[in-house]
């Protein structure tokens, strides 16, 4: 089990710049905005699923990496996003409204920095080709 403390130090230590990342696609912003859901759901008391917090890790790798197919990181946060929303249904319709919206700004765009609350890093740029989708 991850523990509140453990989240807040992922928190602190892991998150980004999601606009500078992938300003196109908002993949680091639903990745922002997972992050901040899974945070939510481990305040809330209740226990993210298992291997979670290493799939939100490895997916921030793979999106500053600039290595992967953006049909592949896709795929990944979508299989994140019904991991959280398994749990996130426990805590009512207005958390499960509140993360969809959040969701729907990541997706069109319209996310701010002030709509999750997550420390700011600088990001890793790396070259190399994309990688062809595997998902």
Same mark, same amino acid.
């Given at each position: ?32 905005? =997972?992050?901040? !859901?899974?945070? *939510? ?6 226990? /993210?699923?298992?291997?979670? &917090? %290493? ?21 990944? =946060?979508?299989? !994140?996003?019904? *991991? ?6 426990? /805590?009512?319709?207005?958390? &499960? %409204? ?38």
């Amino acid at each position: 089990m991850v523990k509140v403390v453990e989240a807040k130090h992922f928190s602190d230590r892991v998150w980004f710049r999601a606009e500078q990342l992938n300003r196109s696609n908002g993949l680091g912003w639903k990745l922002a905005v =997972l992050a901040f !859901l899974a945070e *939510k759901i481990l305040r809330n008391g209740h226990t /993210l699923p298992r291997g979670v &917090v %290493d799939q939100l890790r490895l997916a921030k790798a793979k999106i500053v990496s600039g290595c992967y197919s953006h049909c592949e990181l896709e795929c990944e =946060l979508n299989q !994140l996003e019904a *991991k959280l929303f398994s749990v996130i249904v426990e /805590l009512g319709s207005e958390e &499960v %409204d509140r993360g969809l919206d959040l969701l729907s700004k990541a997706a069109s765009g319209e996310i701010t920095e002030g709509d999750i609350n997550h420390s700011i890093v600088q990001p890793i740029i790396s070259d190399c080709t994309t990688n062809p989708c595997s998902c």
